[in-house]
């Protein structure tokens, strides 16, 4: 069987996010009032975003697929998103543990296990990874609430506002 | 206007907005030579900073960045040969070899005048032809206003990417992500699948911090390897160079046909939706090397390489917000960013806007002026501090703006949900990104959303006749060069090759020419008898011709 085209697979996902939502189009309130019922215009958005995405499933299935890129096969899979999946895995912890380390804290770990993670794995560099998360992350905290008059988040573990 | 113009004189030059501007300027040139930090990202991370301060003084410094950023990607282009922005790809073509030719202060002297002379000239324009532009803004209804916003999106599709198809899609995301939440008009909640925080929609700003800056960053970082390393290599780069600007200038102003071409150029690109400096700048590097006597001399060094494409993308950066401020239309990522920002202070762009914020909008154009004088005054301060960014490696630089990112995105409105919001965008645009979606049609989709929506509800709400779009003069101009923009990568494509491409601008002429026939008055009607003669003069040209096709330019055009 012929390697499933990446676009193929794109275009059905999709269509299946349009019929989700199509779907949930249907729940919106319809409100006595007003001219235009506010399912209207999210309708005929799915409606055209539906057409685009058919047009791109013919498209990939006429298309012949491309060969894959080498560099793909050396790098193998996952491996190739793994700088981007930290980052994502660490700022995602550092949202979650927000309420508690707050924005100084917490943008100082995100910096410097962000810094370690991505850079040289060597523990000589982690003293700089450290003065790096410090310094920038105070110097941005320090402009936006002292500055901006901004209160960022203290965090239940360092209260300080 | 005079007494307008003198206020804004008076709040753009105290002596904190000057300095605002300057630490904008260089920081915008700094970023525009960094290779991999486009302009746009530039004035999306200033943007935070802004929050604080007054709108002129906001967006005097916005202005210096992008002025900044324009003028930038020439020094990492002509010192090192890699552009450091998609805006300054053809000012390498001649910078490089200049400077390898051991002219390097007069390469940078060249291309920083014509920066200035390209912006100063389409300033002089944005102050002339926008506040006109908007009084023409001013006979929209919603039908020509939803119809703007179409075409809008169709020309930023075709322009954006290989595939148009996907160009589309992102163009329809954009505008599907702007109706999660609250609907403006009716006040019913749609797809918030009973989350509260999803009932106030989604804010632009972190929405567009997220699919453009954090998925950019990340794109980055893909290469571990080269992520380690520092940004380039400009340890070769002689950062005592002396810019020779008597003799630049000189060069410049002999070559001023070159210059005024590529500025009107540049300009014209500028005022298209979703045409940036990235396409001006190679459009007039084209046009100079045909219009040229020595076309041969173009690679090598010749001084016409560099005016033309650095004049003209300064020059678009004037186009793009003429159009912003007069129609409320954004041209570009950069513009739909400070649209943002003037949005932050209550301001909403539109035929009125520079009427009735007379005062803001003078500054703009004060602001976008000065920025010039101060881009020729820093560029020689930053060839040094250019040299010493570019030895940090991105992985440094990527995780302190990704905190940043989160701190200047709680900023807006103190709120957390806003950081999760950056998040699941941030994701978003990664995986748009990997999977060749273009960004710009998405994010002017949620830009121009509800003024489509508005716009159209406001149509239906005056008269529920549908025909209405077709039969006024304005709404029809839109609707058909929005079919045509559609066409446009077909047409690109096969240009030089298919002989139908030789009829495809006489039709649009011709086609253009019917909605101007339909407005009042003697002008229009006039331009499209001019336009419909020259569409048939094309066509007669073609038939003579025997419709043999030509290879025409070797570059072709796309957004960053």
Same mark, same amino acid.
């Given at each position: 069987? @012929?390697? =499933?085209?990446?676009? %193929?697979?794109?275009? $059905?996902? !999709? /269509?299946?996010?349009?019929? +989700?939502?199509?779907s949930?189009?249907?729940?919106?309130?319809?409100?006595?009032?007003?001219?235009?019922?506010?399912?209207?215009?999210?309708? @005929?958005? =799915?409606?055209?975003? %539906?057409?685009?995405? $058919?047009? !791109? /499933?013919?498209?990939?299935? +006429?298309?012949?697929?491309a060969?894959?890129?080498?560099?793909?096969?050396?790098?193998?899979?996952?491996?190739?998103?793994?700088?981007?999946?930290?980052?994502?895995v660490l700022?995602?912890?550092?949202? $979650?543990?927000?309420?508690?380390?707050?924005?100084?804290?917490?943008?100082?770990?995100?910096?410097?296990?962000?810094?370690?993670?991505l850079?040289?794995?060597?523990?000589?560099?982690?003293?700089?990874?450290?003065?790096?998360?410090?310094?920038?992350?105070?110097?941005?905290?320090?402009?936006?609430?002292?500055?901006?008059?901004?209160?960022l988040?203290?965090?239940?573990?360092?209260?300080?506002? | 206007?005079?007494?307008?113009?003198?206020?804004?004189?008076?709040?753009?030059?105290?002596?904190?907005?000057?300095?605002?501007?300057?630490?904008?300027?260089t920081?915008?040139?700094?970023?525009?030579?960094?290779?991999?930090?486009?302009?746009?990202?530039?004035?999306?991370?200033?943007?935070?900073?802004?929050?604080?301060?007054?709108?002129?003084?906001?967006?005097?410094?916005?202005?210096?960045?992008?002025?900044?950023?324009?003028?930038?990607?020439?020094?990492?282009?002509?010192?090192?040969?890699?552009?450091?922005?998609?805006?300054?790809?053809?000012?390498?073509?001649?910078?490089?070899?200049?400077?390898?030719?051991?002219?390097?202060?007069?390469?940078?002297?060249?291309?920083?005048?014509?920066?200035?002379?390209?912006g100063?000239?389409?300033?002089?324009?944005l102050v002339?032809?926008?506040?006109?532009?908007?009084?023409?803004?001013?006979?929209?209804?919603?039908?020509?206003?939803?119809?703007?916003?179409?075409?809008?999106?169709?020309?930023?599709?075709?322009l954006?990417?290989?595939?148009?198809?996907?160009?589309?899609?992102?163009?329809?995301?954009?505008?599907?992500?702007?109706?999660?939440?609250?609907?403006?008009?009716?006040?019913?909640?749609?797809?918030?699948?009973?989350?509260?925080?999803?009932?106030?929609?989604?804010?632009?700003?972190?929405?567009?911090?997220?699919?453009?800056?954090?998925?950019?960053?990340?794109?980055?970082?893909?290469?571990?390897?080269?992520?380690?390393?520092?940004?380039?290599?400009?340890?070769?780069?002689?950062?005592?160079?002396?810019?020779?600007?008597?003799?630049?200038?000189?060069?410049v102003?002999?070559?001023?046909?070159?210059?005024?071409?590529?500025?009107?150029?540049?300009?014209?690109?500028?005022v298209?939706?979703?045409?940036?400096?990235?396409?001006?700048?190679?459009?007039?590097?084209?046009?100079?090397?045909?219009?040229?006597?020595?076309?041969?001399?173009?690679?090598?060094?010749?001084?016409?390489?560099?005016?033309?494409?650095?004049?003209?993308?300064?020059?678009?950066?004037?186009?793009?917000?003429?159009?912003?401020?007069?129609?409320?239309?954004?041209?570009?990522?950069?513009?739909?960013?400070?649209?943002?920002?003037?949005?932050?202070?209550?301001?909403?762009?539109?035929?009125?806007?520079?009427?009735?914020?007379?005062?803001?909008?003078?500054?703009?154009f004060?602001?976008?002026?000065?920025?010039?004088?101060?881009?020729?005054?820093?560029?020689?301060?930053?060839?040094?501090?250019?040299?010493?960014?570019t030895?940090?490696?991105?992985?440094?630089?990527?995780?302190v703006?990704?905190?940043?990112?989160?701190?200047?995105?709680?900023?807006?409105?103190?709120?957390?949900?806003?950081?999760?919001?950056?998040?699941?965008?941030?994701?978003?645009?990664?995986?748009?990104?990997?999977?060749?979606?273009?960004?710009?049609?998405?994010?002017?989709?949620?830009?121009?959303?509800?003024?489509?929506?508005?716009?159209?509800?406001?149509?239906?709400?005056?008269?529920?006749?549908?025909?209405?779009?077709?039969?006024?003069?304005?709404?029809?101009?839109?609707?058909?060069?929005?079919?045509f923009?559609?066409?446009?990568?077909?047409?690109?494509?096969?240009?030089?090759?298919?002989?139908?491409?030789?009829?495809?601008?006489?039709?649009?002429?011709?086609?253009?020419?019917?909605?101007?026939?339909?407005?009042?008055?003697?002008?229009?009607?006039?331009?499209?008898?001019?336009?419909?003669?020259?569409?048939?003069?094309?066509?007669?040209?073609?038939?003579?011709?025997?419709?043999?096709?030509?290879?025409?330019?070797?570059?072709?055009?796309?957004?960053?």
């Amino acid at each position: 069987m @012929a390697r =499933l085209n990446r676009d %193929t697979l794109v275009a $059905l996902l !999709l /269509l299946v996010f349009c019929g +989700v939502m199509i779907s949930a189009s249907l729940e919106i309130e319809e409100t006595n009032y007003g001219t235009m019922p506010s399912s209207v215009w999210p309708q @005929a958005v =799915l409606g055209v975003l %539906t057409v685009f995405c $058919l047009a !791109l /499933l013919g498209q990939s299935i +006429v298309k012949a697929p491309a060969p894959a890129p080498e560099e793909n096969t050396k790098s193998g899979g996952i491996g190739r998103y793994r700088n981007a999946i930290t980052v994502y895995v660490l700022f995602f912890l550092f949202l $979650l543990t927000m309420p508690y380390l707050g924005m100084l804290i917490g943008g100082v770990g995100f910096v410097f296990l962000s810094l370690t993670l991505l850079g040289e794995p060597e523990l000589k560099r982690a003293p700089v990874h450290l003065a790096i998360s410090i310094g920038t992350i105070g110097l941005m905290w320090g402009i936006f609430t002292f500055g901006l008059g901004v209160l960022l988040p203290d965090g239940e573990l360092l209260q300080l506002n | 206007m005079i007494e307008t113009l003198i206020h804004a004189f008076s709040e753009v030059f105290s002596l904190g907005n000057l300095a605002l501007m300057t630490i904008g300027v260089t920081a915008g040139l700094i970023a525009g030579a960094i290779p991999g930090f486009t302009i746009a990202m530039a004035v999306v991370l200033t943007l935070p900073f802004t929050f604080g301060l007054s709108p002129v003084e906001g967006l005097s410094t916005m202005i210096g960045v992008f002025v900044g950023g324009l003028s930038g990607g020439l020094m990492s282009g002509m010192l090192t040969g890699i552009p450091g922005t998609p805006s300054s790809i053809a000012t390498t073509f001649d910078g490089f070899p200049m400077a390898r030719n051991g002219k390097p202060g007069l390469a940078l002297g060249l291309g920083v005048w014509s920066s200035f002379f390209g912006g100063i000239f389409s300033a002089v324009l944005l102050v002339t032809l926008a506040p006109r532009l908007a009084v023409i803004g001013l006979e929209f209804g919603p039908w020509d206003y939803f119809s703007l916003v179409l075409f809008a999106l169709t020309i930023t599709a075709s322009l954006s990417g290989e595939n148009l198809v996907k160009g589309m899609i992102a163009g329809a995301l954009g505008l599907f992500i702007a109706t999660i939440g609250e609907d403006e008009v009716n006040g019913v909640a749609r797809f918030s699948f009973g989350i509260d925080d999803l009932e106030s929609g989604f804010t632009f700003l972190p929405v567009l911090i997220g699919l453009f800056a954090f998925s950019q960053l990340l794109s980055d970082l893909q290469d571990r390897v080269r992520a380690r390393q520092p940004l380039m290599d400009a340890s070769s780069a002689d950062t005592r160079i002396k810019i020779e600007h008597l003799k630049a200038i000189r060069m410049v102003l002999a070559r001023w046909t070159n210059l005024l071409r590529s500025s009107v150029i540049g300009v014209f690109t500028g005022v298209l939706p979703a045409a940036g400096g990235s396409i001006s700048n190679i459009l007039a590097y084209d046009q100079a090397k045909k219009a040229s006597k020595t076309p041969e001399k173009f690679g090598t060094g010749t001084p016409d390489g560099i005016i033309a494409p650095e004049s003209a993308n300064n020059a678009t950066a004037g186009g793009a917000l003429i159009t912003m401020m007069a129609l409320g239309i954004p041209g570009d990522i950069v513009t739909a960013v400070m649209l943002g920002a003037l949005l932050i202070h209550n301001v909403q762009p539109s035929p009125t806007f520079i009427s009735d914020n007379s005062d803001l909008a003078y500054a703009i154009f004060v602001a976008f002026f000065l920025a010039h004088f101060i881009m020729i005054g820093m560029q020689s301060v930053t060839l040094r501090l250019f040299v010493l960014v570019t030895r940090i490696p991105m992985y440094v630089l990527a995780s302190v703006i990704l905190a940043y990112c989160s701190i200047g995105v709680f900023a807006l409105n103190n709120i957390t949900y806003d950081i999760w919001v950056l998040f699941v965008f941030g994701i978003v645009g990664y995986v748009m990104r990997q999977l060749g979606f273009p960004l710009a049609p998405i994010i002017l989709g949620v830009v121009l959303g509800h003024v489509a929506e508005l716009n159209l509800s406001r149509s239906l709400a005056i008269d529920s006749d549908l025909m209405l779009f077709i039969s006024r003069p304005w709404s029809l101009f839109f609707l058909i060069v929005s079919v045509f923009s559609i066409g446009f990568p077909w047409f690109q494509k096969a240009r030089g090759t298919k002989a139908w491409t030789l009829a495809y601008i006489p039709v649009l002429l011709a086609a253009v020419s019917v909605p101007l026939f339909m407005m009042e008055g003697f002008v229009r009607p006039i331009i499209g008898v001019a336009l419909l003669a020259f569409s048939a003069y094309l066509l007669w040209r073609s038939a003579a011709s025997g419709w043999k096709v030509a290879p025409e330019g070797d570059h072709k055009v796309h957004l960053e």
